[in-house]
T-cell receptor
């Protein structure tokens, strides 16, 4: 157990629907990062939050949004889902106020949410 | 933008063998990390190594920033080393990481 908890682990939904992915960072970590991994590809950075505020934005679609709550858990909302949104969605956390590069302490990743859009 | 190329794309070895994975990048970076994604999808940060050499058990990594490449060495491979190894680079610690396509490693018993 890495200490970063993502729920649900699997999600199957239809095109046009909206889903919410949840991430609880490792205890003491203030930064949360969201990544998308499409089939057999590397990770694409989506967005980072630090202590409740958006810190950096990557290749995140306008249909997607995220937030970090006062208890530091984060949610990624995906709406008007398309077949191409099927992917593994990872959350990672780090203790420092590092940018999406994670600083010299790197990240701790959750186990991911596998989203299948049918 | 910066390009990251990893080689080889696939590698199949017998248990006990040594391996070298390579990461080439097209521009200057001062953030480079190696990750391992196991067959169950879990991602683990192996090294933060923008330059120099680091070792952690059977794994070591070397980055030659001036020549724009990094190498990950795995010695005495075990079946648990199987998975995909990713290299990710950035311009500094506050910029998003650009990920390579990975090297898929299969260690046979």
């Amino acid at each position: 157990d890495s200490g970063v908890t993502q729920t649900p682990k699997h999600l199957i939904t239809a095109t046009g629907q909206r889903v919410t992915l949840r991430c609880s960072p490792r205890s003491g970590d203030l930064s949360v990062y969201w990544y998308q991994q499409s089939l057999d590809q590397g990770l694409q950075f989506l967005i980072q939050y630090y202590n409740g505020e958006e810190r950096a934005k990557g290749n995140i679609l306008e249909r997607f949004s995220a937030q970090q709550f006062p208890d530091l858990h984060s949610e990624l909302n995906l709406s008007s889902l398309e077949l191409g949104d099927s992917a593994l969605y990872f959350c990672a956390s780090s203790v420092l106020a590092a940018g999406p590069g994670g600083g010299n302490y790197g990240y701790t990743f959750g186990s991911g949410t596998r989203l299948t859009v049918v | 933008g910066i390009q990251v190329e990893q080689s080889p794309p696939d590698l199949i070895l017998q248990e006990g063998a040594n391996s070298t994975l390579r990461c080439n990048f097209s521009d200057s970076v001062n953030n480079l990390q190696w990750f391992h994604q196991n067959p169950w999808g879990q991602l683990i940060n192996l090294f933060y190594i923008p330059s120099g050499t680091k070792q952690n058990g059977r794994l070591s990594a070397t980055t030659v920033a001036t020549e724009r490449y990094s190498l990950l060495y795995i010695s005495s491979s075990q079946t648990t080393d199987s998975g995909v190894y990713f290299c990710a680079v950035g311009w500094d610690s506050n910029y998003q990481l650009i990920w390579g396509a990975g090297t898929k490693l299969i260690i046979k018993p």
